[in-house]
């Protein structure tokens, strides 16, 4: 899928990024939620189609296809689910990124995205800027295909499951 296509050289190759191509866009969300299955549940509920990876600071989603599935819609959606944890949506276009919060389905501030990067985990900063897939990165969970009543249960699962500590 990654795979660059020798077919078309003049979009595929690019000095300083050739994975990347012109206008290429990558949309996440960077969020405090425990689990990778918890928040690929809060995006298929939302019917947001991303990858969630599980990370030590929590789980983030990067948007299958940005150009099809609004980013912004996709932060409002999961941070309105979980209305205490605020999340950060990063938008990365032609090597230029930006970061704002959002807090119960609400637009905050712009932050400072190489700040905000420098506490990030590693692999997320290599997703974001398109030289691994989400899909690639170890304990990867797609939202793809998972039902809404499947989602609900799942984060009811995920809420209950640190009061019994199983």
């Not at 595929?12 to 994975?19: K, N, Y």
């Not at 296809?65 to 605020?86: I, M, N, Q």
Request: with cysteine; net charge negative.
């Amino acid at each position: 899928m990654s795979s660059p296509d020798q077919s078309t050289p003049d979009q595929s190759t690019s000095e300083q990024a050739p994975s990347r191509t012109s206008g290429t866009t990558v949309a996440a969300i960077l969020t405090q939620v425990a689990t990778a299955e918890a928040l690929a549940a809060a995006c298929a509920i939302g019917k947001h189609v991303v990858d969630a990876v599980p990370s030590p600071i929590g789980a983030y989603a990067v948007l299958v296809d940005p150009s099809g599935d609004r980013p912004a819609e996709l932060a409002s959606a999961v941070s309105g689910l979980v209305k205490t944890v605020p999340l950060i949506l990063f938008e990365a276009t032609d090597g230029h990124i930006t970061a704002s919060q959002w807090l119960a389905g609400v637009r905050g501030e712009d932050l400072p995205a190489a700040l905000v990067l420098d506490g990030a985990p590693h692999e997320f900063e290599d997703v974001l800027l398109g030289s691994v897939a989400a899909s690639e990165v170890e304990g990867a969970v797609s939202s793809k295909g998972m039902s809404r009543w499947k989602a609900a249960r799942s984060l009811a699962a995920s809420r209950r499951a640190p009061r019994g500590r199983r």
